[in-house]
């Protein structure tokens, strides 16, 4: 029997809040932006009424205010956004308890063994969208499928306040002729990629060659055309279901490309620091290191190698890492992504049994950086990432859009 999944998927979440908040704000244009006194601060939500003008989500406000000289522009309130993204999920854990918060404003549900009692996905839908918008003020679009990725393409496909049923009979007639682009995983960068195999649309992705997508995607290219054809069997998570940890990884995407071995050794800095980081908050220690080199035509590389001891140093992932950048990439090609990712993780308090056994390479030293860093950790906890930063990046121009990976 096939699964019955939603995406519930909150529209123009930020600025509805507000409106919320400030129904006087429901008259005309508005958006949230970062800093509303700056022309050269971005744009992070709009209303419906702003879109109708071709306001964008992070473009600059007198981008903005050139396409809509009437922008209300108001500041963000991140504790009422958590707070409303909070009860939303509290309404759909009314029917299931399977529910996988997908950021702040989207959450995917599985309610195949809920239908006994609340009725098909589709009933279900309806019923989410009704007492969503009557208790807290806020719409929701949902896409019910037989698979995560077809349900996200729902409650995308119609906006806002609407519920769009991607079936087995429906799929490919309703998805095929979509741009590529409507597809969760495919930004700009894999769209002129795809587009440079003649492929635009879903249906050509469904009906493309696997082995050719992968010679220029990788594996992120089979994948996808999984995707396309319906083929996804990934479950919705609990948001509070207990996880083993295998691997601690943080990847990012520069605002430019790095060029040379001191931008490399910086970005590896900053990906350690925050591996390094998130170990230690689970109390774990990784024996192994891998370090991912995505270039300018989205090709990867990984390499990864055992550590001389297990570890949550930031220094000595950091150097490992660079020691695998220096003996696979060349430095004069330029990078577009970098991944550092800790593996074979083991737990800290045997990690240190084993140390006082066996290592005798420095232990005073290393329990010293151990101690500096859980310090900056407890500093970080306090007054935000911001307040210590790795020196190589203080006033950075590189630093671009990190994303933190566990499995």
Not at 167 to 176: A, C, G, I, K, P
Request: charged fraction near 25%; proline fraction near 4%.
């Amino acid at each position: 029997m096939d699964r019955v999944i939603l995406h519930c998927d909150c529209n123009s979440f930020y600025a509805s809040v507000e409106t919320v908040l400030n129904p006087r704000l429901s008259a005309g244009p508005m958006a949230v932006c970062g800093d509303p006194k700056s022309r050269h601060g971005i744009i992070l939500a709009k209303n419906e009424a702003a879109k109708k003008y071709g306001v964008q989500t992070a473009e600059t406000i007198w981008q903005a205010q050139r396409k809509c000289p009437g922008l209300k522009l108001v500041a963000p309130h991140r504790d009422a956004y958590a707070e409303y993204s909070r009860r939303v999920n509290a309404i759909y854990q009314r029917c299931t308890d399977q529910v996988e918060p997908f950021g702040i404003d989207e959450s995917w549900l599985d309610v195949t063994g809920s239908q006994r009692l609340f009725g098909t996905g589709k009933e279900i839908a309806d019923r989410l969208r009704e007492e969503v918008r009557r208790e807290t003020g806020l719409t929701i679009s949902v896409g019910v499928s037989f698979n995560k990725i077809f349900a996200k393409l729902g409650s995308d496909y119609k906006k806002p306040d609407a519920t769009t049923v991607i079936s087995r009979e429906n799929w490919r007639d309703m998805l095929f002729p979509l741009p590529v682009t409507a597809m969760l995983y495919v930004g700009e960068a894999v769209r002129r990629e795809l587009s440079g195999l003649y492929i635009s649309t879903i249906g050509q992705l469904a009906a493309a060659d696997p082995a050719q997508l992968s010679a220029r995607l990788g594996k992120h290219g089979r994948q996808l055309h999984d995707y396309a054809n319906g083929l996804d069997d990934s479950p919705v998570r609990r948001a509070d279901a207990p996880r083993e940890i295998k691997s601690v990884g943080n990847g990012m995407t520069f605002r430019r490309d790095l060029s040379g071995e001191r931008e490399l050794r910086t970005g590896i800095a900053v990906l350690s620091d925050e591996v390094a980081g998130r170990l230690r908050r689970y109390g774990l220690c990784a024996a192994t290191i891998q370090l991912q080199i995505k270039d300018t035509r989205l090709r990867v590389i990984s390499r990864q190698r055992p550590l001389p001891r297990p570890t949550a140093l930031a220094s000595e992932l950091s150097g490992a890492a660079m020691e695998l950048a220096r003996a696979s990439w060349d430095m004069a090609l330029p990078v577009r992504m970098l991944t550092v990712t800790a593996c074979n993780l083991v737990e800290a308090s045997l990690a240190s049994e084993q140390l006082s056994l066996f290592d005798e390479s420095d232990p005073a030293g290393r329990g010293r950086r151990l101690n500096l860093e859980r310090t900056v950790d407890s500093l970080r906890g306090r007054f935000g990432r911001g307040i210590i930063a790795p020196g190589s990046v203080v006033n950075n121009e590189l630093m671009g859009y990190s994303q933190e990976e566990e499995e």
